[in-house]
């Protein structure tokens, strides 16, 4: 009896698992959708795709490398589009995200269109249609973008009723530009609609800010609305003679206009400086400002004292900038730059975590000083939440106001030195050339001063590094190798170099 039960079991089996490879295979559609019903719906978050395509050189310093920005976390996915672009359309960034809470995700694509003779970037929405069971592209908006290594695409909840709006930012030419859609809620229902109302569009010779302002428990949990994010953009001040007064213009949402407005304006006084030195600054293009940004920048507290412990290092040279506070260095590959009407927009990425993107708006304070603006997208941080943001003072200048005298030493050298390593040479060009029993290696160098000691970073051409606290024993160099981290300076307890200088020829 056991046994015929153990065959009634294995015929049952059997012909489950037939019935099983018969709907695959014949009604895998049918299947899907089955599945589908039964899942619940999934709200995934904003996610970022980037396009990388080959540039020359001039393109890349200028603007054609893409940059993105996200509201929430970012992810670096593989490019893919679920439309096609026409030949003459080049995308620029994709970003997905599902604005109708349904099971299917939508895109937003950022592109640039060769037949439009100003170089405008655009953006297209692509929405999944369930009756051809396709996506389409279903709208198009141009955006005021023209730089497409400038372009952060983003979505953020501007208004506080949780209806998500899509923000492009970036330069145009000399200008910051920001344009936001909203998401029209009842396009769906109104097949005449547009799936989404620009809501603001800004664009000025400086700085343009969406302000993030405290909004209630309340609205964290879905019980009520949060007031709406105002937008603050800073330019010149058409009405003074000061080349360096500014206006910073306030604009806040009209619920009845659905649309952002001017409702206030308040001018900001800069320094007087000598007017000459300011224009051949500012008219140098970015390449100019980049010379003048080189070297260390101290934060300026609100109080006005110099704070040591913040600082920021610009090395356009390298290609690099660098962030320490809290004795904690960060470093970003300086991508690309585009002058502005008071200074340099730059785009940033950590060496570290790829996903970590900065883009720094800096404008000129005075000869001395510089404002900062930055901008993060793995966590959006807008406004007040960027602890970098605010003035900045050059470190030479610092240091000649302070009563402490403090030694700087150059960043590059024309000098050659011997010693158990081998024979190197610095050029002023900041390479370096290190020959031990015929095997020559190659790579960066920079001296530069971190706090109280002198300290000499070797980059490799393999991009490793290596960083030495540097003392000058007799015109020589005495080498230690350190670790510049988290925990402030360490000390390796390697052996100590020592290289003798070579006498000129």
Not at 67 to 91: F, P, Q, R
């Amino acid at each position: 009896m056991t046994i015929k039960i153990s065959k009634l079991i294995t015929i049952i089996c059997f012909f489950a698992a037939s019935a099983v490879i018969v709907l695959l295979v014949f009604f895998p559609n049918t299947l899907r959708v089955a599945q589908e019903v039964e899942k619940p719906k999934e709200i995934r978050q904003t996610r970022v795709i980037e396009r990388h395509e080959a540039s020359s050189d001039e393109e890349i310093y200028n603007n054609a490398a893409g940059v993105a920005a996200g509201a929430d976390i970012v992810y670096n996915d593989s490019i893919h589009t679920k439309i096609s672009l026409e030949d003459w359309e080049i995308l620029v960034v994709v970003l997905n995200e599902n604005f109708d809470a349904d099971v299917q995700e939508e895109q937003i694509l950022a592109y640039r269109n060769l037949a439009d003779s100003d170089d405008g970037v655009y953006i297209a929405y692509v929405d999944f249609d369930e009756t051809e069971n396709v996506y389409k592209r279903v709208w198009d908006a141009k955006t005021l973008v023209t730089g497409p290594g400038t372009l952060e695409l983003y979505t953020v909840d501007m208004i506080g009723d949780r209806v998500p709006c899509v923000v492009v930012s970036g330069m145009n030419g000399g200008e910051h530009t920001l344009t936001a859609f909203r998401w029209n809620q009842n396009a769906q229902a109104a097949a005449m609609s547009a799936p989404f109302d620009k809501i603001a569009e800004i664009q000025i010779d400086g700085a343009i800010t969406i302000q993030r302002v405290e909004r209630t428990q309340a609205y964290q949990v879905g019980l009520s609305d949060g007031k709406d994010f105002p937008i603050t953009a800073y330019g010149r001040d058409a009405e003074s003679p000061n080349i360096l007064d500014q206006v910073e213009i306030i604009y806040t949402y009209n619920a009845e206009k659905n649309e952002y407005e001017q409702s206030g304006m308040i001018r900001m006084p800069g320094k007087q400086v000598e007017e000459r030195r300011v224009r051949e600054i500012l008219s140098g293009g970015a390449r100019g400002f980049e010379t003048f940004l080189t070297g260390l920048w101290y934060f300026v507290r609100p109080d006005g004292a110099i704070d040591s412990r913040q600082y920021i290092y610009f090395d356009p040279l390298n290609k690099e900038a660098i962030f320490y506070t809290d004795e904690t260095q960060q470093v970003f590959t300086w991508q690309n730059s585009g002058a502005t009407r008071y200074g340099l927009y730059i785009s940033t990425q950590n060496i570290s975590v790829q996903t970590l993107r900065r883009s720094l708006d800096i404008a000129l304070e005075s000869l001395e000083s510089i404002r900062v603006k930055v901008f993060e997208d793995v966590r959006l941080k807008i406004g007040n939440d960027a602890g970098w943001d605010g003035s900045y003072r050059k470190a030479a200048t610092v240091i000649a106001d302070s009563s402490t005298p403090v030694r700087t030493v150059p960043a590059y050298i024309n000098a050659v030195y011997n010693g158990i390593i081998g024979r190197i040479h610095f050029s002023t060009d900041g390479m370096y050339e290190l020959t031990l029993g015929g095997v020559v290696q190659k790579g960066r160098y920079s001296f530069y001063t971190l706090n109280e000691f002198d300290a000499l970073e070797l980059r490799h051409e393999d991009n490793s590094r290596e960083t030495y606290a540097v003392s000058y024993p007799d015109g020589n160099l005495s080498l230690r190798r350190v670790r510049i981290g988290a925990n402030g300076v360490q000390d390796l307890h390697e052996p100590v170099i020592l290289l003798s200088r070579e006498e000129d020829s």
